[in-house]
């Protein structure tokens, strides 16, 4: 009997010994490098289960609820801080890993504005909010206009002239709304309700001249030129333009940080309080502060990388682009992204959905 009770023992043992030898990964699609991957499970012994979100409001409720079974996920800074607020993750105890020295000082420095002393993250990827467009289709209506600039969007004599050609806007209410902001002068996280009605009028000056509202969407268009102008992420028009070069189109898509400032993101690593894994986790971590691990990314998705070791990795068309890898005069006119307090993110919600039904 006790032999009996022995092997049955073992055999309900070995499922989940098995799956101890598992990372469960939640994150945007392709957002590590395969070969990183393959390298990574090679090297560990782990498989790695990958699931992916099109909207940080999902991986928000995820962590926010619990329950997830993920081991990694990639929050934004302000998903990150309301995750830390309800107590949605644990320590990740990256400092003593090898390779943190090597990231970004200014990336931890903006990072610990929500999560003091970098306990539960670690900075990954990095970029702007800014004008992804087709040059030519733009010169063509606006000989004179400057193309770094959100006048583009924001000033009706400029936005009219290209509603024939197609303005696109990202999904995100907090990033445009604190974008229209901050053109208009004002604290881009204010809730101010004089400022917010400012915002909303420039928002609905706009709305005219806007083919859509929508994710995902721009890069594809961008690219084939179903749009000349989208306010979108820097990866995004820089993978559109390489979608367009390939397939040796007529014009060039480009994209430019705006010089009136803009938001600077930034996605992190980190480990939900309930991980099944968290040793596999923080394996996973590790490996991804390798130069190569990350550099395989930004030469992918052109998303800059928060390890300063592995810029010289990065091919040098993509780091040597300073609407990538902006200079220290660009940097010092961006702003972070912050949390807000939900009654704020509500009264935004409201405004956006205005924007969004043309109320």
Same mark, same amino acid.
């Given at each position: *009997?006790?032999? +009996?009770?022995?092997?049955?023992?073992?055999?309900?043992?070995?499922?989940?010994?098995?799956?101890?030898?598992?990372?469960?990964?939640?994150?945007?699609?392709?957002?590590?490098?395969?070969?990183?991957?393959?390298? %990574?499970?090679?090297?560990?012994?782990?498989?790695?289960?990958?699931?992916?979100?099109?909207?940080?409001?999902?991986?928000?409720?995820?962590?926010?609820?619990?329950?997830?079974? #993920?081991?990694?996920?990639?929050?934004?800074?302000?998903?990150?801080?309301?995750? /830390? &607020?309800? =107590?949605?993750?644990?320590?990740?105890?990256?400092?003593?890993?090898?390779?943190?020295?090597?990231?970004?000082?200014?990336?931890?420095? &903006?990072?610990?504005?929500?999560?003091?002393?970098?306990?539960?993250?670690?900075?990954?990827?990095? =970029?702007?909010?800014?004008? !992804?467009?087709?040059?030519?289709?733009?010169?063509?209506?606006?000989?004179?206009?400057?193309?770094?600039? /959100?006048?583009?969007? %924001? @000033?009706?004599?400029?936005?009219? @002239?290209?509603?024939?050609?197609? $303005?696109?806007?990202?999904?995100?209410?907090?990033?445009?709304?604190?974008?229209?902001?901050?053109?208009? =002068?004002?604290?881009? #996280?204010?809730?101010? &309700?004089?400022?917010?009605?400012?915002?909303?009028?420039? /928002?609905? &000056?706009?709305?005219?001249?806007?083919?859509?509202?929508?994710?995902?969407r721009q890069i594809s268009d961008l690219a084939n030129g179903t749009?000349?102008?989208?306010?979108? #992420?820097?990866?995004?028009?820089?993978?559109?333009?390489?979608?367009?070069? @390939?397939?040796?189109?007529?014009?060039?898509?480009?994209?430019? $940080?705006?010089?009136? !400032?803009? +938001?600077?993101?930034?996605?992190? +690593?980190?480990?939900? @309080?309930?991980?099944?894994?968290?040793?596999?986790?923080?394996?996973?971590?590790?490996?991804?502060?390798?130069?190569?691990?990350?550099?395989?990314?930004?030469?992918?998705?052109?998303?800059?990388?928060?390890?300063q070791a592995a810029t010289p990795l990065v091919d040098e068309a993509?780091?040597n682009d300073p609407d990538i890898y902006p200079p220290a005069e660009?940097?010092?006119?961006?702003?972070?992204?912050?949390? *807000?307090? /939900?009654?704020?993110?509500?009264?935004?919600?409201? +405004?956006?959905?205005? %924007?969004?039904?043309?109320?």
């Open positions: *009997m006790r032999s +009996l009770l022995l092997l049955v023992s073992i055999a309900l043992a070995l499922p989940v010994q098995a799956e101890d030898k598992v990372v469960n990964l939640y994150s945007w699609a392709d957002y590590v490098a395969p070969a990183t991957l393959a390298r %990574f499970e090679q090297a560990t012994g782990y498989k790695v289960r990958y699931d992916t979100f099109d909207t940080p409001e999902v991986l928000e409720t995820k962590l926010l609820t619990g329950g997830s079974g #993920y081991d990694v996920v990639v929050p934004s800074s302000s998903v990150l801080a309301r995750a /830390l &607020k309800a =107590g949605g993750l644990q320590r990740t105890q990256q400092q003593g890993m090898s390779g943190y020295a090597n990231l970004d000082h200014d990336l931890l420095g &903006k990072l610990a504005v929500v999560d003091p002393g970098n306990q539960y993250a670690v900075p990954y990827t990095w =970029g702007t909010l800014g004008l !992804g467009m087709n040059v030519e289709a733009v010169r063509k209506r606006l000989p004179d206009a400057p193309l770094n600039s /959100l006048d583009l969007l %924001f @000033k009706p004599e400029y936005a009219s @002239k290209l509603a024939d050609c197609g $303005i696109a806007v990202i999904d995100s209410p907090q990033e445009v709304i604190g974008l229209a902001l901050h053109y208009l =002068g004002k604290d881009p #996280y204010t809730s101010d &309700k004089a400022d917010l009605a400012a915002a909303a009028e420039l /928002l609905h &000056k706009l709305q005219p001249s806007v083919r859509y509202v929508a994710n995902g749009v000349c102008l989208a306010l979108t #992420y820097n990866g995004d028009a820089a993978m559109a333009a390489d979608q367009a070069k @390939k397939a040796n189109k007529p014009f060039e898509v480009a994209y430019r $940080i705006p010089r009136e !400032g803009t +938001l600077i993101w930034q996605d992190n +690593l980190a480990i939900p @309080k309930d991980a099944p894994h968290p040793e596999a986790a923080r394996a996973f971590i590790q490996f991804m502060l390798r130069p190569d691990s990350v550099a395989a990314l930004t030469n992918t998705l052109f998303f800059a990388n928060a390890n993509v780091r660009v940097r010092n006119r961006l702003f972070a992204d912050q949390s *807000m307090a /939900l009654p704020d993110l509500r009264q935004r919600t409201r +405004l956006w959905t205005a %924007f969004r039904t043309r109320e």
